[in-house]
């Protein structure tokens, strides 16, 4: 497997650094709980989770399965001594390491990019502490539809065909109705068909108790 260019995508990353904030509101992070951030990166939004805290600090652990996203992510984290410092935890977020640890799991711009989906729920489930919530933003169905149509096009014409027989796109850009965590007490994910146009009204908005789109 291919590792990500950590260094560049800390550069590059401002489309998902704002999309991410937004999820952050969302989430509201309060003072003392234990938050998950699920395929961290370079952790540029895991320390604004701690920084957006109300009323004092929050014990917020990165995860991510890349080694080049924690390299760059332990490097870009402030060495002062801080009252909780954020954790790295190197892993698959499709087999987290952890029961009833948390109160919140957070993710942003990466549910797309794990193919088993239900692994991931299941295995946030376990993780979460009673009552816990899994707030989350990732690509949605018609994600990069228009380039996945071009590029399927050119894979399968003569000249390219050869080298493109066993190739599987990495993303899983699901739908709202196969999108369900029924291990978290609360579960909002924003499904976004399109990042790149995405208005923040042209997401799909998934809950447990709620699934529609927002218009
Ligand atoms: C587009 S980046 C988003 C990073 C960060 N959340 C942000 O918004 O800047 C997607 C991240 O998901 C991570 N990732 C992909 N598959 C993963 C998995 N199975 N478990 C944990 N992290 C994963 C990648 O290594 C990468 O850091």
């Known amino acids: 497997m291919t590792d990500w260019d950590a260094s560049r995508y800390h550069r590059v990353s401002e489309p998902q650094f704002d999309w991410g904030q937004r999820v952050i509101a969302r989430l509201k992070p309060v003072a003392g709980e234990r938050i998950l951030d699920l395929g961290c990166g370079t952790a540029r939004l895991t320390q604004e989770i701690q920084r957006a805290s109300a009323g004092g600090a929050v014990a917020v652990v990165g995860l991510d399965r890349s080694g080049s996203m924690l390299a760059v992510a ?43 989906h239900q692994a991931v729920f299941a295995s946030v489930a376990v993780a979460l502490d009673a009552g816990g919530r899994f707030v989350a933003q990732c690509g949605g169905r018609g994600n990069l539809q228009r380039m996945l149509e071009h590029t399927s096009q050119l894979q399968a014409s003569a000249i390219y065909r050869e080298y493109f027989h066993d190739w599987r796109d990495p993303w899983n850009f699901a739908g709202a109705e196969e999108t369900a965590a029924p291990g978290a007490a609360s579960f909002d994910c924003l499904l976004q068909p399109n990042e790149k146009r995405a208005k923040p009204n042209s997401v799909v908005k998934v809950c447990k108790t709620d699934r529609r789109y927002i218009e």
């Open 74 to 116: 332990r490097a870009s984290i402030p060495h002062a001594e801080t009252a909780a410092p954020v954790l790295l935890v190197h892993a698959d977020g499709a087999a987290l390491p952890f029961r009833s640890a948390f109160d919140a799991v957070f993710s942003a711009a990466t549910l797309h990019w794990i193919p088993d």
